[in-house]
Each structure stands twice: as C-alpha cells, then as structure tokens.
C-alpha cells in the first residue's frame, strides 16, 4: 500500500514546470495584448486628426456653397488660426479657386505618434520609444453656383 499512497502524490497536483509554463504563456498573451492596445490608441488619435481635418473643410466648404463664392482673405486667415488650434501649429489650410464656380479647399497636419522600439526599456521596465511625425492631408473640391 505505501506504493499506492506515493504513486496517488507523485500524480496528483501541477508540478511547479507546469506552472511556470502557464505563466510564460500568459505573460506572452498580456504582452500581445499591451502592443495592440498601443497601436489601437495611436490610430483613434490619428482619426481624431482626420475628423478634425474634414470637420473643419466641411464647414469652408458649406461656407463657399452659402456664399457662392471665395471667401476674403479675412475670413481664410481665420478658419487656418482655428485650424491650427485645433490641429496644433504645424496644420496649414488653403482655399483656391478652381475655375469658374468652383474651389479647392486643403488642409495639413501633423501628427505625432511614439514608435515603440521594444529593445530599449527604462529602468521601471517599460518601452520607450521616439516620436515620429506623419504629415496628413486632405482636399475637396467644391462647386456653387454664382
């Protein structure tokens, strides 16, 4: 009976390999799931950009069509400073005319995102990495009737 008793605790329980496999490959999974997280955060942030962006040509461009016409000089100087307070100092905006009844309305940005350079850690542990800038840029073509 004492060989039933040792074979019954040798087989029951995990052994501590075992465990320290689950952990290894959870530990992956959360790492995983720590870099699509980072990713997900830079691309909400770059379509926050966007939206700004087509936001504020939307709005020239329903401004063109109610005027029917180029706006002055003026009022393009204002719509690039909102622009740019709302898409930060490097964003620039143009209104061209494009013709007869028709404009071109543009705006650029820049957006600044972290990319991630896994091999450099800081001393607390986590990922450093360098700013990279990306130029957006969007157009529409507008047409009114004078």
């Known amino acids: 009976m004492s060989d039933l008793n040792r074979h019954r605790r040798a087989s029951s329980g995990f052994t501590m390999i075992e465990v320290l496999i ?22 909400t942030a770059a379509a926050d950009s966007r939206s700004v962006a087509i936001m504020h040509t939307q709005t020239m461009a329903e401004y ?34 494009d013709g007869g009844s028709a404009a071109v309305i543009s705006v650029q940005w820049v957006e600044r995102m972290n990319r991630l350079d896994p091999g450099a850690g800081s001393a607390e542990g986590g990922e450093s990495g360098e700013k990279e800038e990306v130029t957006g840029s969007f157009s529409l073509n507008v047409r009114y009737r004078e």
């Open 22 to 43: 689950a952990l290894i490959i959870m530990a992956i999974g959360l790492l995983g799931v720590a870099g699509l997280q980072t990713v997900s955060m830079q691309q």
């Open 64 to 97: 063109i069509r109610s005027i029917r016409g180029i706006p002055a000089a003026g009022e393009v100087e204002d719509w690039v400073s909102q622009l740019k307070n709302d898409l930060g100092p490097g964003s620039t905006g143009t209104v061209e005319a």
